[in-house]
Structure formats: C-alpha cells, structure tokens
C-alpha cells in the first residue's frame, strides 16, 4: 500500500521551526562543554540518546505497527551516521572553544551541496550556492586564527561536519518515504546502541552526573535537541531541498556564539562578529531569491536495486 502524499505545509513555518532547531542544537554547546568536564564522551552520548529513545516510546505507540523493514534499516544507518558525527563533534569539543565547535560544525553548509551533486546529480538552486559562498566567508571569519590553522579539536569537529552534512543529504533522500517520527526513533536507539558498546570498551569510569548543569544538559539535549529536533528536520526535509534546509541550520554556529559569549565568556572579537553577519547574510540571500524554487529529487528516479526490493515488501 503506497504511502498517502503529504501535504505541503506553509514554506515560511519549515523554515521558523528549522531556525528553533537551529537554536536549539546552538544553545547546547555551552551546556555540553561543562557536562563533559564531569562525564565521559560516549557515557554522555548513551544517557542522552536513551533518555530520548525512551521519551518517545509512548508517543508512537500508534505508529509502531507502521514499522517495517525498510524503515529500520535507513533509521539504523541514519544512527550510525548521526553517531560519526555526535562523537567527533563532542570529543572535538574537550579541545576547542564553543564557539570555534559551534561555527565548526556550521561547515556542513558547505559539503551538503557538494554531496548532493557528486553523488545524487541533485543541484541546488543557484541562489544557495551563492549563500554557502557567502556564509563560507563568515565560517572563515569566525573559525581560523591569526595564522589561519586550525587545533586538534577544530579538525575533528570538521569531520563531524562532513557526517552531519552526509546526514542531511541522506535525510533529503528517505524523508518523503518513511515516518518521519519512526526514523528519528529507530536513528535514535542506533546512536544509544553503539554509545553503550563504547562506553563499556573504552570508558572504565563509571561516573554518572550528578551536578545540575550536567543533569539539565541531558534533559535538554535528549529531549529538545534530540526528540523534537531531529523530528523537526526529518518532517521539513519531505519539502525542502537539502542545501536550503543546511543553510537554515548554519543559524546553529551563531547561537552558539551568542551562548559561548555570554555564558562561558569566550571571546567574539569583530572578526569573528562580521563572520556571523556574513552567515546570516547568505541564509537571507538564499531565503528571499531561492523562493522555493529548490525540490527534492522525484522518488521515481534513482532508486537504487535496495530500496525497489524494500519498496516491493511494502507493496501488498
């Protein structure tokens, strides 16, 4: 049984609930660099992702027998992808400022485009290309020191950023055909899975948080940046080109600027306050001219050998 098409919600609401995620996931650097003083990398990664795979047991308890094979198996490797770039991003950030690990991040602006044309032939509209240029400026501004280099952390959150930009790009490609809610489920428990298997191989300590920034951080980042976020963008990426949602998203570095700033008094020279303006600048530009003109890719090309077969199993 074909799944029913969904109907195209208003353009300007994807893109306010894209930029509440935005802030979301950027209002949790600071948090999460003081959690991780206290609490291991992947101890810290498997309590916020059970806690979130937990939550969302009873909100999908109608949905669950819409699960089927194809859906766990894109939402697993969704997980793992999703896991790559959680654990390069968050180790990254023992060893680099909120701010450099927020804007870092907000390189998968550039890759997401990049992606999408060399392996899928999806282009964007000229319009974004012009807004990554822009915004790659800003990144620029906001990420190199004086002797443009970047430290040991600054890499593996560059790393990070290629996962997340892989991610996005996947998202754009399976969203339309699967729950957008059982994937961030199924994605979910994956990222959990793997945290546990690394805690218990890697992380002899068994500390757990006890401190009331680590507890809130986990509250916040299971449920907020974890539940509602990633439900947010799977939904919007059934509409949205995935280089329009990355743009979106890039409001995420500054956010974290703005709480890396004010909370943990990290510097934001002018420099680095013109690089956000450049961001901010490319995501409007792209905004105001892309007018939507930007579609994700027909499902009835490119399938791959894979999903006809999954698709085929779906079919009664």
């Known amino acids: ?14 893109d306010l609930l894209l930029l509440f995620v935005a802030f979301i996931w950027g209002s949790t650097f600071s948090l999460i660099k003081v959690t991780l003083q206290e ?7 498997f ?15 109608q949905k669950f027998k819409q699960m089927n094979k194809a859906t766990l198996l894109w939402g697993a490797w969704l997980g793992i992808i999703l896991f790559l770039g959680y654990t390069f991003q968050t180790i990254g950030l023992k060893y680099t400022t909120s701010i450099n690990s927020g804007f870092i991040t907000g390189l998968f602006v550039v890759f997401t485009p990049l992606i999408c044309a060399l392996i899928f032939r999806w282009f964007p509209h000229w319009t974004s290309l012009v807004g990554v240029a822009v915004a790659f400026v800003g990144l620029s501004l906001l990420t190199l020191n004086a002797n443009f280099a970047f430290n040991c952390g600054d890499l593996l959150t560059l790393i990070s950023a290629f ?35 690394f805690t218990v191989f890697f992380e002899n300590s068994p500390k757990l948080p006890v401190g009331l920034v680590s507890i ?3 509250i916040i980042t299971s449920i907020f ?49 013109i690089g956000a303006a450049l961001i901010l600048l490319g995501m409007t530009f792209s905004e105001i001219f892309s007018n939507g003109r930007e579609k994700p890719i027909s499902r009835k090309k490119e399938v791959s050998q894979l999903e006809l077969k999954e698709l085929a199993k779906e079919t009664p």
């Open 1 to 14: 049984m074909k799944a029913k098409k969904p109907i195209q919600p208003n353009k300007y609401i994807l």
């Open 39 to 45: 609490v291991p990398v992947f101890r810290f990664l």
């Open 47 to 61: 309590l916020r992702f059970l806690i979130a795979f937990l939550f969302f047991i009873p909100l999908l308890i």
């Open 163 to 197: 996962s997340y930009a892989v991610y996005i790009v996947l998202v754009g490609r399976f969203a339309t055909r699967y729950d957008p809610a059982l994937l961030t489920w199924v994605q979910t428990f994956v990222v959990g899975l793997v945290s546990f298997f």
């Open 216 to 218: 809130a951080t986990l």
């Open 225 to 273: 940046a974890t539940v509602v976020a990633f439900w947010i963008q799977i939904y919007a990426q059934r509409f949205m080109h995935p280089t329009r949602v990355a743009l979106i998203l890039l409001g995420e570095p500054v956010f974290a600027g703005l709480f890396g700033y004010f909370w943990l008094q990290e510097p934001l020279t002018v420099r680095k306050l």
